[in-house]
């Protein structure tokens, strides 16, 4: 087995984290060497080093790595490309993330759909006491239906439609997160799949035949240029033959609606158990927690603390590390973004404890690695988290409004029922009870 070091940094083992992957458990069943050539970067520098460096580049499907059984849902995403076809789909995509187009989500959709949230623990609600409610559940509608207007999905606006997205949206989100389950990666894969196909049917082929209608009563002149939505789907269709066929739109829409609602929810969820336990311990603080730049600022600091894992990176020249670790062309790098966005070096005292007040060396990001740095950085980073709190015009972010509305419907968490997790994936929010005090 390859011991591997890195810095000062405890983790030696590469196994440690083959142990945990059971993709990589999976692939070493096949190939037992698989993990010769495989270094671990964990320290803050050698993580951002590695993912800003142009010698790295994001693994393919015959990288290994459980890529190729991830392929029929993400192959060929904007996460998986590198280079010139990755800088012209992500400047096409980035128009998403526009301040005139997310906020115009938010007061269309992200708003409505937080009250009608609110307003359904309101008629469920009987006799005395205060509202119960699930802060994960609503976390996933919410943002779920949000997701899908910046996609392009329609028909998320009845119970109907709803329940019928997240009916195939989990078996989707599984079949994409299976680098982490516990169970035959295979089966896993092939149920995202066939919820893929019937998402595809069911909510991406009428959506996409709407748009195209429109695009061709636009370019007849039927149709003003303005009228087409900004959404994903839109987009793709405006670069369709050039830049996106049949298939990549299909798993683009898989890419970003995986890369969202569960990511997001989960982080909320985090968020609003620190901010609880945070503000028993400092009750001055307790004021705050309808306050949007001390919830912005903890959504920072819990993603920093929760956030994913592991990125994978390939070198395609020979390249030395910070930390002098020698990475040869065509070995690989697993960059430890949760370890080095705790590195206390560069995030102060206690760099493993939650601190809304925390201050980060110059030059370095509140939250670390846990967006990613460089060309990759989560390109919806602006819709989860907001601006940077307190600057000028700054957006809140869907995470921040998320709990600043339910705090302003006096959230607080459930004494009687704790949360659970996901018991395949160990750090996923299954459910988080709360109640609502002040729902009137
Ligand atoms: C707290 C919530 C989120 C976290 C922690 C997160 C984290 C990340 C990370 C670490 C990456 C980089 C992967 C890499 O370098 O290989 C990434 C990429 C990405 N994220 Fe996010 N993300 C979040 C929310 C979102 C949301 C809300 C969206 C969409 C609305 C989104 C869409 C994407 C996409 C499309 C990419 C691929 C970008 C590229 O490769 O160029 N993410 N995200």
Redesign the pocket.
Known sequence: MTVITCGETELSDIKDYAESMSLVRHMLEHDPEALAGVHIAAGFEDADFV?RAKEFR?LHESDGFGRDVQAPILGGT??RVDGPD?FRR?RI?SMLFRSPTLRGYEATVLHPAIERVLAEARQSHAGSGPARADLHDIGEAVLGEV?AA?VGLDGLDTTEGRRRFDSFYQDIDNGVRISWASQDVHQLAAKGVAALNELTEHFITPSRRRRKEMLDRVASGEANPDDPPTDLITLMLQHHGDEFDDGLMIREIA??VT??VT??TN?VCYCVHHIEEWVQQHPRDAPRRVDPVFLSRSLQES?RLH??PV?MRRATEDVVLPSGTAVKAGEFAWVV?RQASQDGAYFGESPESFNPYREVAAGVLPYGV???VG???????R???GDEPGSVDALEG??VILMRTLYEAGMRLDPERGRTFVPELLDVHQSSPILLTALN
Do not use: P, W
């Open positions: 993912l994001v904007l996460a990755h992500r995509e997701v910046l890419l970003y890369a969202s990511t997001l982080q993603v956030a994913g990125l973004i846990e967006f990613g060309r990759h950085t989560c390109v919806g980073k819709f989860a988290l869907a995470g």
